[in-house]
């Protein structure tokens, strides 16, 4: 006999004073069973006493930076279902059961709330930008993607949070998600939630170019780790592309005249053919250590019951 799913509704929160209590209702209201989590991240207002006030479990990480948060609450939370949503009322609480319900009767590991904004005041239009951007870079560099990959409001299976190392440290955490659950080829899905404007009193932590560089910056360091012979193999065959439009000049020279008058060029040609050679072979061979550290990941999430079997 299937037993009730145990639901915890996880909050990452820094100075939302004046979300979290509506937050927190909201949930309470829309998934009645489930635990609701408050994880604090050195907030300097009110959050932890409101939030405690609120009913919420209120615990603290303090390392400062969401990725951090993430890793507290996966290693923490013992659930078969996890819901995540920021603590600052951005999120649609009442979308929450159905995603739930999708990623139990289709046996998910994720579910991503697809932010729809009708408020013009709720998402930046850098922010949009920027998003079809990195989704569009996601989805050229791993094959396919999300429609929104920054969404922070997403359903998880247990399989799912104890198979997921975390490594980032702040808002880079969506997609490193997001590449997780593509490179192990989980099953996942997508849901259209509402998204709401900020209200009064709460302000967005995100630096659209400090973290930007960030999340680039993880998309490629994900990229060289997960697909290490394309990555290095890039960079060999740059390498041998200069390498050949260097040498060409010296070549036809050397068929004209038996010499080789400039050397330091010769040097360098023979040097980059070298490093391509050297590139090509890193490759391959992080590309074993990759499938090892892949399959590991992949064991530790088929030791965890499928979700809806519990």
């Given at each position: 006999m299937t037993q009730q799913p145990r639901i915890a509704v996880l909050l990452?929160?820094?100075?939302?004073?004046?979300?979290?209590?509506?937050?927190?209702?909201?949930?309470?209201?829309?998934?009645?069973?489930?635990?609701?989590?408050?994880?604090?991240?050195?907030?300097?207002?009110?959050?932890l006493e409101v939030a405690r006030a609120a009913g919420a479990v209120v615990r603290t990480e303090r390392q400062q930076g969401k990725g951090h948060v993430v890793r507290r609450?996966?290693?923490?939370?013992?659930?078969?279902?996890?819901?995540m949503a920021d603590g600052d009322l951005t999120y649609d609480p009442v979308a929450a059961p159905a995603m739930v319900d999708a990623l139990l009767a289709d046996q998910l590991d994720m579910v991503v709330g697809t932010r729809q904004?009708?408020?013009?005041?709720?998402?930046?239009?850098?922010?949009?930008?920027?998003?079809?951007?990195?989704?569009?870079?996601?989805?050229?560099?791993?094959?396919r993607s999300f429609s929104d990959i920054f969404s922070g409001y997403r359903v998880f299976s247990r399989r799912f949070v104890k198979s997921f190392p975390v490594l980032s440290s702040g808002f880079e955490i969506e997609t490193e998600m997001s590449?997780?659950?593509?490179?192990?080829r989980m099953p996942v899905g997508e849901q259209v939630t509402t998204?709401?404007?900020?209200?009064?009193?709460?302000?967005?932590?995100?630096?659209?170019?400090?973290?930007?560089?960030?999340?680039?910056?993880?998309?490629?360091?994900?990229?060289?780790i997960e697909r290490p012979v394309l990555f290095f193999g890039t960079v060999g065959g740059l390498l041998v592309l200069?390498?050949?439009?260097?040498?060409?000049?010296?070549?036809?020279?050397?068929?004209?005249t038996g010499l080789v008058p400039r050397v330091p060029t010769a040097?360098?040609?023979?040097?980059?053919?070298?490093?391509?050679?050297?590139?090509?072979?890193?490759?391959?061979?992080?590309?074993?250590?990759t499938r090892g550290r892949r399959e590991v990941r992949r064991l530790a999430y088929l030791a965890q019951p499928a979700p809806g079997t519990v």
């Open positions: 990452p929160c820094y100075n939302e004073e004046a979300a979290i209590a509506q937050t927190v209702a909201g949930f309470q209201a829309a998934v009645p069973s489930a635990t609701v989590y408050v994880y604090d991240n050195n907030s300097r207002d009110r959050t609450m996966f290693a923490d939370i013992d659930a078969d279902v996890y819901i904004h009708e408020v013009k005041g709720a998402y930046r239009g850098g922010h949009v930008l920027g998003n079809k951007l990195f989704t569009g870079l996601l989805a050229g560099l791993f094959g590449v997780h659950a593509l490179e192990l998204y709401f404007a900020r209200p009064e009193g709460s302000a967005s932590k995100l630096s659209t170019f400090r973290d930007g560089w960030r999340i680039l910056s993880t998309i490629v360091t994900l990229y060289r200069a390498a050949l439009l260097l040498s060409t000049p010296l070549v036809l020279t050397y068929i004209d040097i360098l040609v023979t040097g980059m053919g070298i490093v391509a050679t050297l590139c090509f072979f890193a490759g391959l061979i992080l590309d074993t250590v």
